[in-house]
């Protein structure tokens, strides 16, 4: 018996690197690196294609780039930028720490400042493709909860307001487009991916969220992570929402005593959000719904 349960710990265990992996170090493709260019503002981009979605943001003196996407993608991103302006890329700002956000990093120029949160900066650091390129595009600047860079029109305000995707989601505001990037804590219209590995929670997401909303003034458009449109505010206070519910309901359904394998089949999309676009599709990563039962039954503990 010992022993079974042995083996089973050690294969949930491989599971969960798979799936922290497969964030990291996507695979690579001989295929050709095609990114697409969306105008959000004046000068405002966002590069989709390669991973998560690039903002790019033209300021007087230079360019501010949002997120690097997987491996191999820096370089394509540095030459999609040279379309639109003739401005050098001067600071790059992760959301996050997973690999299809921060991979491409290490094809930016050297001399790129390059600011995160200071939990994502720690989380950075363990992961290879930065100590195999001797830890360039690691970041040169953190904050812990705000920070502003540049003023005016060049303005852009980073908030951190708690755990949810990872534990250092950075929400990237520019106050004179009244926009911001918010990276995967609302990645899109689903279940978000938490990965416990880097801090994330499925308890506090919803309390995060709420955070952001009521922390945030005098924004009207987000960039999403994954999203292939943009969302609104509104969007966000009712992706609070739909976060609480799945939280009340996946309380309810470990305080029953099912198990987490045995709960995850009974989780549907309530269709009040089904009218409202989101997708009751539920990635694998990080362990699906049986994933996010497990985290948040460590962290009822």
Same mark, same amino acid.
């Given at each position: 018996?010992?022993?079974?349960?042995?083996?089973?710990?050690?294969?949930?265990?491989?599971?969960?690197?798979?799936?922290?992996?497969?964030?990291?170090?996507?695979?690579?493709?001989?295929?050709?690196?095609?990114?697409?260019?969306?105008?959000?503002?004046?000068? #405002?981009?966002?590069?989709?294609? /390669? $991973?998560?979605?690039?903002?790019?943001?033209? *300021?007087? +003196?230079? !360019?501010?780039?949002?997120?690097?996407?997987?491996?191999?993608?820096?370089?394509?991103?540095?030459?999609?930028?040279?379309?639109?302006?003739?401005?050098?890329?001067?600071?790059?700002?992760?959301?996050?720490?997973?690999?299809?956000?921060?991979?491409?990093?290490?094809?930016?120029?050297?001399?790129?400042?390059?600011?995160?949160?200071?939990?994502?900066?720690?989380?950075?650091?363990?992961?290879?493709?930065?100590?195999?390129?001797?830890?360039?595009?690691?970041?040169?600047?953190?904050?812990?909860?705000?920070?502003?860079?540049?003023r005016?029109?060049?303005?852009?305000?980073?908030?951190?307001f708690?755990?949810?995707?990872?534990?250092?989601?950075?929400?990237?505001?520019?106050?004179?487009?009244?926009?911001?990037?918010?990276?995967?804590?609302?990645?899109?219209?689903?279940?978000? #991916?938490?990965?416990?590995?880097? /801090? $994330?929670?499925?308890?506090?997401?919803?309390? *995060?969220? +709420?955070? !952001?909303?009521?922390?945030?003034?005098?924004?009207?458009?987000?960039?999403?992570?994954?999203?292939?449109?943009?969302?609104?505010?509104?969007?966000?206070?009712?992706?609070?929402?739909?976060?609480?519910?799945?939280?009340?309901?996946?309380?309810?359904?470990l305080k029953?005593?099912?198990?987490?394998?045995?709960?995850?089949?009974?989780?549907?999309?309530?269709?009040?959000y089904?009218?409202?676009?989101?997708s009751?599709?539920?990635?694998?990563?990080?362990?699906?719904?049986?994933?996010?039962?497990?985290?948040?039954?460590?962290?009822?503990?």
């Open positions: 018996m010992k022993r079974i349960y042995v083996l089973g710990l050690l294969i949930a265990i491989g599971a969960a690197s798979l799936g922290v992996r497969a964030y990291e170090q996507a695979p690579q493709q001989n295929a050709p690196k095609v990114i697409d260019v969306d105008k959000v503002k004046d000068n #405002l981009f966002v590069l989709k294609g /390669g $991973g998560g979605n690039t903002a790019v943001f033209v *300021t007087t +003196n230079g !360019v501010v780039v949002v997120d690097a996407k997987n491996p191999g993608w820096g370089q394509p991103i540095l030459d999609k930028i040279k379309t639109l302006t003739n401005k050098p890329v001067t600071m790059l700002i992760n959301t996050h720490t997973h690999g299809d956000h921060v991979s491409g990093n290490v094809e930016f120029p050297a001399t790129v400042d390059v600011v995160t949160q200071e939990n994502t900066k720690a989380n950075m650091e363990k992961m290879d493709i930065f100590k195999q390129n001797n830890n360039r595009g690691m970041a040169k600047r953190t904050f812990k909860d705000k920070m502003t860079l540049g005016g029109a060049d303005q852009i305000d980073l908030y951190y708690g755990p949810g995707h990872t534990n250092g989601d950075a929400i990237v505001v520019f106050p004179a487009l009244r926009t911001a990037h918010i990276g995967d804590l609302f990645a899109g219209k689903n279940l978000p #991916l938490v990965d416990g590995d880097n /801090g $994330g929670s499925v308890l506090h997401y919803p309390e *995060t969220l +709420n955070k !952001v909303h009521s922390g945030i003034k005098n924004v009207d458009t987000l960039v999403n992570g994954h999203s292939n449109t943009t969302t609104t505010w509104p969007d966000l206070q009712t992706f609070a929402e739909f976060n609480q519910d799945f939280l009340t309901w996946a309380r309810n359904a029953s005593g099912k198990s987490a394998k045995d709960a995850a089949g009974d989780w549907k999309l309530p269709a009040k089904e009218s409202m676009g989101y009751g599709t539920v990635s694998p990563l990080f362990g699906g719904v049986e994933g996010r039962l497990n985290r948040l039954a460590a962290e009822m503990k």
